[in-house]
């Protein structure tokens, strides 16, 4: 266990590396742009090319941004699944919600297949998709909830929601198998997943949907605590079971569901930034770990998107992959140096 003093100094350097990860998301880019300049366009002035300056606060600052938040709010509702659940295989995706956004763009980009253009026709772009895949997210949270209400064994909500999300899987992959080569195209790049389409207003909501998730988290460290030590404990410190799983819950939906349906499916930062907190940090104390998990994510997802840029390339590779090949490979390393893992 870490002295707080040393957990102090923790968190001042992640969030120096925090601020230095910024910088250089924002550096890089396929238009090369004088690291002058892009200081310059972060704090108001001028730069030598007005086209600069509408790359750096439309495009680079929006997506760096946009990065930290799905980062972030990936990370915490993982640790939020983990935690409930008492399964360090749990992530943002157990229980369905994230399967539901990506129904929901399925049924909006592959429906017009289906039904000959006849509705979809037209309709199809990125605030759409934001909203299709939106209310998706909102209608599996919506059927957890209700589950959750007559469920009282944790485990056995786990496995339902494994199965909300199997049953979204079927329906898009029966979508896929009758549609046209164009609109399956469309959505499997959706599915690699984007962190650079958000316009500021829709950053703005973003980040007002993870707040509401971060903030339920906060209130819910008390109950997150004794959840480690099992239900029968946590309810003997005077703990509400359902209604601390209705929060969680809650709060995983905003975070996991919204950013999917903003960002897309982001794959590897749900399940494994809360191990690789607990490895560095030495703790399962969620007043340490909710504010560890939130920088980490944040870091670890603005260093994958300037890896899936190619620094100085036109081309950016899928942020859903990168994550994976990246991340892995550090917590493996991670777990085989310790020869534990803490939980």
């Known amino acids: 266990m870490q002295h707080p003093n040393s957990y102090k100094l923790s968190f001042l350097l992640l969030l120096v590396l925090l601020v230095v990860c910024f910088g250089i998301s924002i550096s890089f880019g396929s238009v090369s742009i004088p690291f002058s300049d892009t200081l310059s366009a972060i704090f108001g002035g001028e730069t030598q090319k007005e086209s600069w300056g509408y790359i750096i606060k439309n495009y680079r600052i929006p997506k760096a941004i946009t990065a930290m938040l799905a980062g972030s709010g990936l990370a915490l509702s993982g640790l939020l699944m983990q935690t409930l ?3 360090p295989l749990a992530g943002p995706f157990v229980l369905g919600i994230s399967s539901g956004a990506s129904l929901g763009a399925a049924i909006l980009i592959m429906g017009s297949s289906l039904l000959s253009g006849f509705l979809t026709f037209g309709l199809v772009n990125d605030l759409t998709i934001t909203i299709a895949a939106s209310i998706g997210s909102f209608a599996v949270l919506l059927a957890v909830m209700l589950v959750a209400a007559k469920v009282k064994d944790t485990m056995a909500l786990l496995i339902i929601g494994l199965m909300f999300g199997s049953i979204t899987a079927a329906i898009v992959s029966v979508l896929s198998y009758f549609t046209a080569a164009e609109q399956l195209q469309q959505y499997i790049y959706w599915s690699f997943g984007s962190l650079g389409n958000l316009s500021w207003n829709q950053l ?12 339920l988290s906060v ?3 008390k109950s997150l605590n004794a959840f480690l030590l099992g239900e029968n404990y946590a309810r003997s410190l005077g703990v509400n079971i359902k209604k601390q799983r209705y929060i969680i819950i809650a709060a ?4 996991a569901g ?3 349906a903003f960002a897309g499916p982001i794959a590897f930062i749900g399940l494994a930034v809360p191990h690789l907190t607990r490895q560095i940090f030495n703790t399962t104390n969620h007043k340490t770990l909710i504010p560890a998990v939130l920088l980490y994510g944040a870091i670890l997802m603005l260093l994958c998107d300037v ?3 190619l620094p100085s390339s036109a081309y950016v590779l899928p942020i859903n992959a990168i994550t994976s090949i990246v991340g892995a490979p550090v917590v493996i390393w991670l777990l085989v140096r310790k020869k534990k893992m803490v939980f």
């Open 85 to 87: 659940f008492r399964n």
């Open 204 to 215: 703005a909501l973003l980040g007002t949907i993870i707040s509401i998730g971060i903030f």
């Open 219 to 221: 209130l819910s460290i």
């Open 252 to 255: 995983t939906g905003l975070l």
């Open 258 to 260: 919204g950013i999917t």
């Open 307 to 309: 890896i899936a840029q």
